[in-house]
C-alpha cells in the first residue's frame, strides 16, 4: 500500500479558556509547555481504495465538530468521508473546544470560536499535505506493555466510587504499535495504541500541555523517524498510576517512559521478519548453521467497514432545562464567590457543581426525543491490521472483549472515535455507581450491543 503523513501546530493563544476539570479554580492557561498537533495519515491499497486517520491533541470533539472535520479532511485528502476516521487522545490540560469542557467560564472567551476554526483549517491542511506525498509501505505490528495504567474507580471509606486509584479493578496494560515503513524500513508512519486517561496533570496546572500522549509521540520519532498517531484505546475506568499532579515534569516522565516501550516494541516489530531452521549437513562441531526463509509480504489492503447502532437510552435522563436553570444559578453562586473573596475550596465546590449541571443539560438536550443514540461503530483494515472506534468512553473490559474476538492478529479498538457521547460502561460496573455510571446515557445491556456490532463491522473487515 502507500502511506503519507501531514502534520500542523494547533497550539492556542496564552490566556485561552481552559476547564478539563470540574473541580479547577483558574479560568485560563497561563501558559504552553509544548505544542499541540494535529496529524493525518491517510492510505492508499493495493486496488486503490483510500482512508484517512486523524490524531488530535485535544480532550474531545462532539459529534457536530467530529463529522465537519471528517468532511474537511476528505475534501482535502480527496478521501471519501465515510473513510476518515478522527480521534482524539482526550487530554485534558487544554483548550476548552465545547460546552463540556468550560461554557461556565466568563474570562477570554471570544478566544475559543476562533481557536476551533483554526483546528479545522489545521486538519485540512494536515490532510492535504499527507495526500500528496504519498509513498509505498508495508505494515508490521506488535505487542508490548506498560504499568502506567491502573483502574480509577475506587471504593471510598462510604462506600461510594469515586475516580482515584483501583489497584485490584480491571486494567489492560497492553502496548500495541502498527508500523508503516518505507522503502528504507524507516517507518513513514507509527502508531501507538494505549488505553490510560491522559490525567496526569490535574486541575491545579495552569499549563496547556500535549499530556503523556504528546511526550509519546515525540520520543518515538526520535527513535524511529517518520511521525507517530496516538490512538487512545478504551479508557473510560482507566487513568495513570500518578494523576492529578501539579508538576509539569511528572507527566514529561511518566510519558518518556511508556515512549520509550512503544518504541522498544515498535523496533521489534517490523513487517521484515523470517523464520530460521537448522541447516542440515553443515554445522561444525561447536558450531550451528541455520538458514532463513522470509516472512511473506504483509497485506496490501485499505477496506472500510461502519455500522450505525441504535444504542438504547435510559428514561431518566431529566428535564434538560431543569439542568440549565440549575447550572446558571450554579454558576451565578459561583461568581459571586469569587467576587466576595471566598475561599478556594467553596469555588471549586460550586465549579463542580456548575460544570456537571451543564454536562446534564448537554446530554438531555443532545438526546431530546430519542429513544436510542445512533452509535457509529467505524473500521478501517490496513492491511493485516484493524482499527475500530466508536465515539463515547468504553470501560478497559469491552475494548480487551473487541480486541481478544476479532479475526485479525492485531486489532486497535479505539474510544472518542468521530465524536463523542459520555461513558459506556460495562453492566457489572453499574452495580457500584460513580460519576462515570451517572453522566451514562445508555441502558443496562449497552455493552454486550456495542461488542457485538464492532464484532460485525471487524467481520467486514476481514
Known amino acids: 500500500m502507500r502511506a503519507g503523513v501531514g502534520r500542523v501546530d494547533i497550539t492556542p493563544p496564552v490566556g485561552i479558556p481552559a476547564g478539563g476539570w470540574g473541580n479547577q479554580y483558574h479560568e485560563v492557561s497561563t501558559g504552553n509547555d509544548l505544542e499541540l498537533w494535529a496529524t493525518v495519515l491517510v492510505v492508499e491499497g493495493v486496488d486503490g481504495a483510500q482512508a484517512a486517520v486523524a490524531d488530535l491533541d485535544l480532550c474531545i470533539l462532539d459529534d457536530a465538530q467530529a463529522a465537519r472535520a471528517r468532511s474537511v479532511i476528505a475534501q482535502a485528502a480527496g478521501v471519501p468521508v465515510d473513510h476518515v476516521a478522527v480521534g482524539t487522545t482526550h487530554n485534558h490540560s487544554v483548550p476548552v473546544t465545547l460546552e463540556l469542557g468550560g461554557a461556565w467560564i466568563r474570562c477570554n472567551r471570544e478566544l475559543v470560536a476562533p481557536y476551533v476554526e483554526s483546528v479545522f483549517d489545521a486538519l485540512g491542511r494536515a490532510a492535504a499535505a499527507a495526500s500528496t506525498t504519498l509513498q509505498p509501505v508495508r505494515v508490521g505490528a506488535g505487542r508490548g506493555s506498560s504499568p502506567l495504567a491502573v483502574n480509577r474507580r475506587m471504593t471510598k471509606p462510604d462506600g461510594t466510587a469515586a475516580v482515584g486509584l483501583n489497584w485490584d479493578g480491571a486494567v489492560d496494560p497492553t502496548l500495541t504499535v502498527v508500523r508503516l515503513d518505507g522503502e528504507d524500513d524507516i517507518p513513514v508512519a507509527t502508531l501507538v495504541h494505549y488505553a490510560c486517561h491522559p490525567i496526569i496533570l490535574g486541575p491545579d496546572n495552569t499549563f496547556v500541555t500535549p499530556e503523556y500522549p504528546g511526550i509519546v509521540k515525540r520520543v518515538v520519532e526520535a527513535a524511529l523517524g517518520g511521525h507517530c498517531l496516538f490512538v487512545q484505546g478504551a479508557c473510560g475506568d482507566i487513568g495513570p498510576r500518578e494523576l492529578f499532579v501539579p508538576d509539569l515534569s511528572t507527566y514529561r516522565r511518566l510519558g518518556a517512559m511508556i515512549g520509550h516501550e512503544a518504541a522498544a516494541t515498535a523496533l521489534r516489530s517490523s513487517w521484515r521478519g523470517h523464520r530460521q531452521r537448522l541447516r ?84 438531555g438536550e443532545a438526546l431530546a426525543g430519542m429513544d436510542a443514540y445512533p452509535l457509529l461503530v467505524h473500521g478501517l483494515r490496513l492491511g493485516p491490521v484493524a482499527l475500530v472506534g466508536v465515539p463515547v468512553e468504553l470501560f478497559s473490559e ?43 446515557p445508555f441502558r443496562p445491556g449497552a455493552d454486550a450491543l456495542v461488542r457485538r456490532a464492532a464484532a460485525r463491522v471487524l467481520g467486514a473487515l476481514a
Open 398 to 440: 469491552i475494548g480487551v472483549a473487541v480486541r481478544d474476538a476479532s479475526p485479525f492478529q492485531t486489532t486497535l479498538v479505539s474510544a472518542y472515535w468521530n465524536g463523542y457521547r459520555n461513558y459506556l460502561p460495562t453492566d457489572a460496573e453499574r452495580e457500584r455507581g460513580g460519576y462515570e455510571i451517572d453522566i451514562s
Open 280 to 363: 542440515a549437513g553443515e554445522a561444525s562441531a561447536w558450531i550451528a548453521s541455520f538458514e532463513y526463509e522470509p516472512d511473506a509480504e504483509p497485506s496490501g489492503t485499505v477496506a472500510v467497514a461502519h455500522e450505525t447502532l441504535p444504542l438504547p437510552l435510559r428514561d431518566d435522563l431529566g428535564d434538560p432545562g431543569a439542568w440549565r436553570r440549575d447550572a446558571t444559578r450554579c454558576e451565578e453562586e459561583a461568581y459571586a464567590a469569587r467576587a466576595a473573596g471566598a475561599s478556594h475550596e467553596e469555588v471549586r465546590e460550586l465549579t463542580v457543581r456548575t460544570k456537571f449541571a451543564r454536562m446534564r443539560a448537554e446530554r
